[in-house]
Nanobody
């Protein structure tokens, strides 16, 4: 059974940092593609970053480029989203997901079939 579990969300002040984790089970991370999405209240779900099984398939959204980085630990079957210089507009529920087949950029949530429950990130004073 495929399962994704996110953790690491918290309340942080503007300019702060957080590292989100997405631990997967039921399949090998080394052979897989995993993406990070976020959804703020009243807004559509937005693709933030994606990391494929090869080093070349790594993308980060323009809105977070230079501040966020995606990485993996295949031994721990975990994918990370390092978030630096956080802004209030980064406040959202962050979720990880795997695509059902071919994915495109920008990420389209409908192309992803297995989702975690999400972890809340709030950037505020």
């Amino acid at each position: 059974q495929v399962q994704l579990v996110e953790s690491g969300g918290d309340l942080v002040q503007p300019g702060g940092s957080l590292r989100l984790s997405c631990t997967i089970s039921g399949f090998r991370l080394a052979d897989s593609v995993v993406g990070w999405f976020r959804q703020a209240p009243g807004k559509e779900r937005e693709g933030v970053a994606i990391l494929g099984s090869s080093s070349g398939s790594r993308r980060v959204a323009d809105s977070v480029r230079g501040r966020f980085a995606i990485s993996r630990d295949n031994v721990k079957n975990t994918i990370y989203l390092q978030m630096n210089r956080l802004r209030p507009e980064d406040t959202a529920l962050y979720s990880c997901a795997t695509p059902t087949g071919t994915w495109t950029w920008p990420l389209i949530p409908a192309h992803f079939g297995a989702w975690g429950q999400g972890t809340q990130v709030t950037v505020s004073t």
